[in-house]
């Protein structure tokens, strides 16, 4: 899988320090981008992460217990949610989320 380097200062011992830092590639994250910001303002934000790569689950970007985001998707998405689900990489389980969002909304 394709990786990005990003420079980085970083502070040790009081002095800056450039680093070089490997990145997983998230190609299909920025693809879902409004899906994305949509999933931290409504079920995910009490969180900011830096960076969300590719093979990133719910689960990875979430402190909170596995049952509170399966209740927060349930309601925000308007469907069952299911631990696989939460599992699965977010650039697969979000699309379908929100079709059955929008599907339930038209009920």
């Known amino acids: 899988m394709p990786q990005r380097s990003i420079q980085v200062k970083t502070l040790r011992g009081g002095a800056g320090i450039v ?3 490997e990145f ?6 920025r693809g879902i981008r409004d899906l994305i910001d949509a999933l931290f303002q409504h ?7 830096l960076f969300i ?8 970007l979430s402190a909170a217990p596995a049952d509170e985001i399966l209740n927060r998707c349930t309601r925000y998405y308007r469907t069952a949610v299911s631990l696989h689900e939460l599992r699965q990489p977010l650039w697969q389980v979000l699309p379908d989320l929100e079709r ?3 599907v339930s909304s038209v009920l």
């Open 19 to 21: 680093e070089s830092m």
């Open 24 to 29: 997983t590639c998230d190609e299909k994250i």
């Open 43 to 49: 079920v995910l934000y009490d969180e900011e992460p």
């Open 53 to 60: 790569g590719d093979e990133a689950t719910m689960l990875d």
């Open 100 to 102: 059955r969002r929008q």
